[in-house]
């Protein structure tokens, strides 16, 4: 789009500015949103350049190398296709409402590495630059894979997500330790299930209240696992995964 090939980075903390071609108007109104994507490309150069070709048919907000460099392909004010397929909340177009980080790492397809620390520590300071100047709530921090857990890991169980709340940038309780008790499992039906199906909802994640355990709530418990209880990801809904769904929810501002 021609009409913001130039554009003024929207953080003071961005390093460079690249212009990706695949971004055009947001709809319903200005981004209430954050999402975090990790890059799953061997090469964080590599995944910045497809990031801006058209060809690519996808782009995001910023990027963040491994060494802290933040550049930015599309200004806030656009909407950038990073989101695809997705739902939070009762909604639908993520992208219209969302701004997008790209966390430079190879992922789970190309050798899935911790994140280093000057790259968190960059993403930190990104994120509540962007949160506190567009008001998003630390709820509407959210994982890729939170949006879109059928289709979806990133950034994953080794996003410090806890560390990201200790300084500010989203929603996260200490997870109940593992530990015996009842479970749920795909497979698996009744009206707990449908309880919990519905907790998942409440939370915002996409799903149906359908009192069968299928594989789309799998997808769903192994979404929140990697946000909320990283430490084991299995997608069964043990006692440990649903206490602390249970904490999460009573901690939202209407609990």
Same mark, same amino acid.
């Given at each position: 789009?021609?009409?913001?090939?130039?554009?003024?980075?929207d953080?003071?903390?961005?390093?460079?500015?690249?212009?990706?071609?695949?971004?055009?108007?947001?709809?319903g109104?200005? &981004?209430d949103m954050l999402l975090?994507?990790? %890059?799953?490309?061997p090469?964080?150069?590599?995944?910045?350049? *497809?990031?801006?070709?058209?060809?690519?048919?996808?782009?995001?907000?910023?990027?963040?190398?491994?060494d802290? !460099?933040?550049?930015? $392909?599309v200004?806030?004010?656009? !909407?950038?296709?990073?989101? /695809?397929?997705?739902s *939070?909340?009762?909604?639908?177009?993520?992208?219209?409402r969302?701004?997008?980080? =790209? +966390?430079?790492?190879?992922?789970?397809?190309?050798?899935?590495?911790?994140?280093?620390?000057r790259?968190?520590? @960059?993403?930190i &300071?990104l994120s509540k630059? +962007?949160?506190?100047?567009?008001?998003?709530?630390?709820?509407?921090?959210l994982?890729?894979?939170d949006? &879109?857990?059928?289709?979806?890991?990133?950034?994953g169980?080794?996003?410090?997500w806890?560390?990201?709340?200790e300084q500010g940038? /989203?929603?996260?309780v200490?997870?109940?330790?593992?530990?015996?008790?009842r479970?749920?499992?795909?497979?698996? $039906? /009744?009206e707990p299930?449908?309880a919990?199906?519905?907790?998942?909802?409440?939370?915002?994640? /996409?799903?149906?209240?359908s009192?069968?355990?299928d594989?789309? %709530? =799998?997808?769903?418990?192994?979404?929140?696992? !990697?946000?909320f209880? @990283?430490?084991k990801?299995?997608?069964? &809904?043990?006692?440990?995964t649903i206490? %602390?769904?249970?904490?999460?929810?009573?901690?939202?501002?209407d609990?």
């Amino acid at each position: 789009m021609s009409d913001c090939s130039l554009f003024k980075a929207d953080s003071y903390l961005v390093d460079e500015v690249r212009f990706a071609p695949n971004v055009d108007d947001r709809l319903g109104g200005p &981004a209430d949103m954050l999402l975090l994507h990790y %890059t799953g490309m061997p090469s964080g150069e590599k995944a910045l350049k *497809w990031l801006c070709m058209e060809e690519s048919k996808v782009s995001c907000h910023y990027f963040v190398f491994e060494d802290g !460099r933040i550049v930015q $392909s599309v200004p806030e004010e656009k !909407r950038a296709w990073h989101a /695809g397929v997705s739902s *939070w909340k009762g909604e639908e177009d993520n992208n219209s409402r969302s701004i997008g980080i =790209e +966390i430079s790492n190879p992922g789970h397809e190309h050798g899935y590495v911790p994140f280093p620390e000057r790259q968190i520590e @960059a993403v930190i &300071a990104l994120s509540k630059d +962007i949160c506190q100047r567009n008001k998003i709530l630390p709820e509407r921090v959210l994982a890729h894979s939170d949006v &879109a857990p059928s289709r979806k890991q990133d950034p994953g169980e080794l996003f410090p997500w806890k560390l990201l709340h200790e300084q500010g940038v /989203g929603h996260f309780v200490a997870p109940e330790p593992l530990g015996d008790g009842r479970f749920f499992q795909k497979g698996e $039906s /009744g009206e707990p299930v449908a309880a919990l199906q519905s907790m998942l909802v409440l939370y915002g994640y /996409g799903l149906d209240v359908s009192g069968f355990f299928d594989q789309e %709530t =799998e997808d769903v418990v192994m979404a929140f696992q !990697r946000h909320f209880r @990283a430490v084991k990801v299995d997608g069964i &809904a043990d006692q440990s995964t649903i206490v %602390t769904l249970h904490r999460l929810l009573k901690e939202l501002p209407d609990g």
